[in-house]
């Protein structure tokens, strides 16, 4: 697989940024952004149930997602954040999820987990929440096996016009809550072009207004 690290930062996100906005999240996440992403959730959870049953959701916070798995799953969830992922552990504790084989503090960049570990690898709400998107894509392409999937659950920005300059006049301010405006699909299908052993299977607009999307990728045989 081709690595991406030669790309050129497009903002000033730092992965200690990150870690600390969502710290700062965690106490109010669940009410402000439970109800919100609740539909790309359920979506996520539907896609990837159906492409396999050892699931990495990466960027898993407060493990919003976590309950509403099947029993058949067996899931491992990591998060930058350690006080999102307390929260987590609370859930699982609480709700005694017992197919929750591990919750860990990791970078979605430097997973540590050996090449072909899962069937599937959930990302929501969380490529345009890292530094350097395209080292994460290639993280979760490098830990799913041959034939598995990505399951990504994401707003995708503009290329132009005036959405477009209004995403790029906001970004220095989102950064510091933790994400980025900034992420067409065009950096989406340049990644994919530039990656050996990946192709698009699906991509959808979520309910209801359309600004977040269900995007599917596989990983070929020839990864």
Same mark, same amino acid.
Request: aromatic share 8%; proline share 5%; hydrophobic share 45%.
């Given at each position: 697989?081709?690595?991406?690290?030669?790309?050129?930062?497009?903002?000033?996100?730092?992965?200690?940024?990150?870690?600390?906005?969502?710290?700062?999240?965690?106490?109010?996440?669940?009410?402000?952004?439970?109800?919100?992403?609740? %539909?790309?959730?359920?979506?996520?959870?539907?896609?990837?149930?159906?492409?396999?049953? %050892?699931?990495?959701?990466?960027?898993?916070?407060?493990?919003?997602?976590?309950?509403?798995?099947?029993?058949?799953?067996? $899931?491992?969830?990591?998060?930058?954040?350690?006080?999102?992922?307390?929260?987590?552990?609370?859930?699982?504790?609480?709700?005694?999820?017992?197919?929750?084989?591990?919750?860990?503090?990791?970078?979605?960049?430097? $997973?540590?987990?050996?090449?072909?570990?899962?069937?599937?690898?959930?990302?929501?709400?969380?490529? *345009?929440?890292?530094?350097?998107?395209?080292?994460?894509?290639?993280?979760?392409? %490098?830990?799913?096996?041959?034939?598995?999937?990505?399951?990504? *659950?994401?707003?995708?920005?503009?290329?132009?016009?005036?959405?477009?300059?209004?995403?790029?006049?906001?970004?220095?301010?989102?950064?510091?809550?933790?994400?980025? *405006?900034?992420?067409?699909?065009?950096?989406?299908?340049?990644?994919?072009?530039?990656?050996?052993?990946?192709?698009?299977?699906?991509?959808?607009?979520?309910?209801?207004?359309?600004?977040?999307?269900?995007? %599917? $990728?596989?990983? *070929?045989?020839?990864?």
């Amino acid at each position: 697989m081709a690595g991406n690290s030669a790309l050129p930062a497009v903002d000033d996100m730092r992965t200690e940024g990150v870690a600390k906005a969502y710290d700062r999240w965690a106490p109010i996440y669940d009410l402000v952004f439970g109800k919100v992403f609740a %539909r790309g959730r359920s979506a996520a959870i539907t896609a990837a149930e159906q492409a396999g049953e %050892r699931i990495l959701e990466v960027g898993v916070g407060t493990g919003l997602s976590l309950p509403h798995y099947s029993a058949r799953s067996r $899931l491992v969830g990591v998060d930058l954040s350690a006080p999102m992922l307390e929260k987590a552990r609370e859930r699982v504790r609480q709700l005694n999820l017992r197919n929750v084989e591990q919750l860990e503090v990791m970078d979605a960049e430097h $997973l540590a987990f050996a090449d072909a570990s899962f069937d599937v690898v959930v990302a929501q709400y969380v490529v *345009t929440a890292v530094p350097n998107p395209e080292a994460a894509l290639d993280e979760f392409l %490098r830990v799913v096996r041959p034939g598995g999937e990505i399951v990504i *659950t994401s707003r995708i920005g503009a290329d132009r016009g005036l959405r477009g300059a209004i995403e790029t006049l906001l970004q220095p301010v989102v950064n510091r809550l933790g994400w980025r *405006t900034e992420f067409s699909w065009q950096r989406y299908q340049a990644w994919v072009g530039r990656t050996k052993g990946v192709s698009v299977i699906e991509r959808r607009p979520l309910p209801p207004l359309g600004h977040f999307w269900l995007i %599917r $990728l596989r990983k *070929t045989d020839a990864a």
